[in-house]
């Protein structure tokens, strides 16, 4: 059988992550850890799919491009296909599960396809995507290799952070119905509330963008909650601003929290506290996976690189009763 990108990073003792920027990214790395990882591919034969001279095309299916997490990946992965001269074709399914449908079936025509966050059913895109190679990006389909974002360490971290400043009551801000690291992130906050004895409210869905937080603020202040956790940095900066038209301060009156990281987070005042997620490697990553099935090797099952809590200034000791 022939070696994998896991059986490299195995062998030279780093992350997969890692030995992808040995190939894609050789300068982002120690000159020390970049040979090591090199030895290790040689010494297994390893072949690296970037050195490939086929020139492949790529589908990569979003569920809204227009939200900035899917425009970093988006852009991650058109660099690292561009090591290797790849080109890549873009679908927009617009939060839209019958146009997802369709955005799928035209990328299977292709040479390969990258998912990016799906919201149909497992058994819908397995029978879609058929035999065409494809990298599930930020969701778990088996038997489909997936690249996931951790949804357990950093909002869980989130929950810590509240519960050492004091919360006792928190709400959590749910995205998309259908979105699967909604569910997961959501079930992590569950327990690690449940674990400090903290209140949880679990609000319904809303879109994950600012207007779906401006939605969710309402329900949130009537909640009684003195923090809010919001599905992603969007939601998390539309109920800030649903809470200022409420006459309720950040961080004063409400403690917020998001998940993401985006430029936007540590730009705004107060700055987010939010979890931050590799979401740039997440996409490089998927393209090196992708390109290694797609020239014969056998891609690892399941990736997850680590998320990490960023606290800033939305988060404070809550409000005295």
């Not at 950093?154 to 119905?177: D, K, M, N, W």
């Not at 963008?209 to 939605?215: H, T």
Request: aromatic share 2%.
């Amino acid at each position: 059988m022939a070696a994998t990108l896991t059986d490299v990073a195995r062998r030279a003792g780093v992350s997969v992550a890692t030995a992808s920027r040995a190939f894609g990214e050789p300068d982002r790395l120690a000159a020390a850890t970049r040979e090591r990882v090199l030895v290790a591919a040689g010494e297994l034969g390893y072949a690296n799919p970037q050195a490939s001279t086929a020139r492949r095309t790529i589908g990569v299916v979003f569920p809204d491009v227009a939200n900035p997490v899917y425009a970093t990946t988006l852009k991650a992965i058109q660099g690292q296909a561009w090591h290797g001269r790849h080109r890549t074709v873009v679908f927009d399914a617009d939060e839209d599960p019958r146009r997802e449908r369709e955005q799928i079936e035209r990328a299977r025509e292709l040479d390969g396809m990258l998912l990016c966050s799906p919201r149909l059913p497992d058994a819908d895109v397995l029978d879609l995507v058929g035999n065409t190679p494809c990298v599930v990006v930020n969701r778990l389909i088996e038997p489909l290799p997936s690249v996931l974002m951790d949804t357990e360490h950093g909002p869980t971290q989130a929950v810590e952070h509240l519960a050492a400043l004091g919360h006792e009551h928190i709400a959590y801000a749910s995205g998309p119905r259908g979105s699967w690291a909604d569910v997961r992130r959501a079930d992590a906050i569950a327990r690690a509330c449940q674990r400090h004895g903290i209140r949880l409210t679990h609000l319904s869905h809303h879109a994950a963008s600012i207007q779906g937080g401006r939605a969710a603020a309402a329900p949130a202040s009537a909640s009684g909650a003195t923090a809010v956790v919001a599905y992603n940095d969007l939601v998390a900066l539309g109920v800030e601003a649903g809470m200022s038209e409420l006459g309720i301060r950040c961080p004063d009156d409400i403690s917020i929290v998001g998940i993401d990281d985006i430029d936007l987070a540590g730009a705004v005042t107060p700055g987010l506290t939010t979890v931050r997620m590799p979401i740039d490697r997440c996409g490089a990553l998927a393209v090196d996976l992708l390109l290694q099935a797609l020239t014969g090797g056998t891609a690892p099952e399941t990736v997850t690189l680590n998320s990490q809590l960023i606290v800033r200034s939305s988060t404070a000791a809550p409000p005295t009763r």
